[in-house]
């Protein structure tokens, strides 16, 4: 073994090092969460019934989005038809949290391998580490389970592959996006221009076959998904989110968008907005920024995940020849972790608060059980994920047919200042006239219901 082939192992193992420790730290922070009963949106509920259905060989119906929603009439998300079997072994919420954070551990190692090999060792590896503990990938773990964390990956090894000039494998990495969500076609086609157009790099004829069949692959899937599948599995025959388009002016507004580009900027080195790659973020942002959803402007939630890999990848691509230029690259992207700090979610796991069982949860648990078995429930958002695996949940917030159970928790913060019901029985009755409900259980905020002809699993009277 030469000694280049030494270092090549060693970088091989440091870069699997960091992606396991990416995993391990995502892992933690959604089963923190977890215990915690920290729930976000119910997002993670959703999700949660979708593997659960594919579990079962099923359509993705989704109760809590609708009584007969599917899933698949929202956004186009065919891969996660993956979620099936993990759920079959693990059915749970937290298997998902599990899951996310597995993929984003398995992005880090392209990046840091193929950044070790371009910038020595300890750069390299600095990069890796700025890379899977970055503010996009922070901020997406707290939000929890998302399809784009299967675009982490893809892009990770798409455009790691892209660098390295092995372009075929790049194209049927990056061509991948479509099944995640349906607006990625875009982001495939703007890959496949890249790929088609550009004039530093060899084999100019391969390159503009196999660009131009990614930009029509991606247009296709982009045109197919939002104007033909998702209107037809969609309860109202139109995609769901044209209506959330503000205008023009408002494009250019707030501060907020710009404070997100100058992030991202950064987390590119600076000078990885001379690489083309940069290109790859228009779709998403154009989307986030047209979108009249204050959630989307900002550098919080899970919407600047996928950016990550692409502004990593822009840096390699357009990092400067000299050393010294190269440490000021990677210190921008190390920076904006150290500046965020202790605002980014990996810094809770440092609060020793964090690892104490919250004095709810023993009777969350309780409330669990006292909902039937495969029973029909309605909730808030608290209990929702950890419902899933026992019954079919329903979101309070929708028009449901009258449910067997009814859980509350009068402590969630769905409910109004002076609005959080104390009797679960009483809130069932007025939502549903001409039903009786018992309440079965109250204790530690958590209110449950059982509608008179529901199955009691024993809790004969409130505590």
């Not at 979708?50 to 609708?66: C, D, H």
């Not at 600047?304 to 921008?332: E, F, T, Y």
């Not at 039903?435 to 079965?440: C, G, K, L, M, S």
């Amino acid at each position: 073994m030469t000694g280049r082939d030494g270092e090549r192992r060693t970088q091989l193992w440091i870069a699997l090092g960091i992606g396991a420790l990416t995993a391990v730290a995502y892992a933690l922070l959604g089963w923190r969460q977890w215990e915690q009963l920290i729930a976000p949106s119910w997002d993670l509920g959703i999700f949660s019934q979708l593997a659960k259905a594919y579990s079962q060989f099923e359509a993705p119906i989704v109760p809590i989005k609708g009584h007969g929603f599917n899933l698949l009439g929202d956004h186009f998300h065919p891969i996660l038809i993956l979620l099936g079997p993990i759920w079959a072994l693990w059915p749970s919420g937290l298997a998902l949290l599990v899951t996310q954070a597995v993929l984003f551990g398995v992005s880090a190692v392209p990046l840091a391998r193929l950044a070790m090999e371009r910038l020595g060792t300890a750069m390299g590896a600095a990069l890796g580490i700025a890379y899977a503990l970055g503010w996009g990938l922070q901020s997406a773990a707290e939000a929890q389970f998302h399809e784009i964390a299967f675009a982490v990956p893809i892009l990770a090894f798409g455009l790691t592959a892209y660098l390295r000039g092995r372009f075929t494998a790049a194209a049927l990495w990056i061509g991948l996006l479509v099944f995640v969500k349906e607006d990625l076609g875009l982001t495939v086609a703007v890959f496949g221009a890249i790929l088609a157009l550009r004039k530093d790099q060899p084999d100019p004829d391969r390159r503009w076959r196999i660009g131009w069949m990614l930009v029509a692959w991606g247009l296709v899937w982009l045109l197919l998904a939002t104007f033909v599948i998702l209107p037809a599995l969609n309860p109202g025959g139109e995609y769901d989110y044209t209506g959330r388009l503000g205008s023009l002016w408002e494009i250019f507004v707030p501060i907020d968008k710009y404070v997100t580009v100058l992030m991202l900027v950064a987390t590119a080195g600076v000078v990885g907005v001379r690489s083309p790659l940069i290109l790859l973020m228009l779709p998403t942002l154009a989307w986030r920024f047209a979108g009249a959803v204050p959630f989307y402007w900002g550098w919080g939630w899970h919407y600047s995940a996928i950016l990550m890999p692409i502004a990593a990848a822009a840096l390699l691509d357009a990092m400067p020849g000299r050393r010294k230029n190269r440490w000021l690259a990677v210190g921008a992207t190390v920076a904006v972790t150290l500046v965020l700090g202790a605002r980014l979610p990996l810094a809770w796991l440092l609060v020793p608060d964090t690892w104490e069982t919250s004095w709810r949860t023993p009777y969350a648990r309780e409330a669990i059980d006292a909902v039937g078995q495969d029973a029909s429930v309605e909730t808030d958002i608290t209990l929702m994920a950890p419902l899933v695996s026992r019954a079919d949940v329903y979101w309070l917030g929708n028009g449901n047919p009258a449910p067997e159970y009814v859980l509350l928790d009068q402590m969630g913060y769905v409910w109004k200042e002076g609005e959080a019901p104390t009797d679960a029985a009483v809130w069932a009755e007025d939502r549903y006239p001409g039903t009786t409900y018992t309440t079965v259980y109250s204790e530690g905020g958590f209110h449950v219901a059982v509608r008179e002809g529901g199955t009691d699993p024993g809790f004969d009277s409130a505590r």
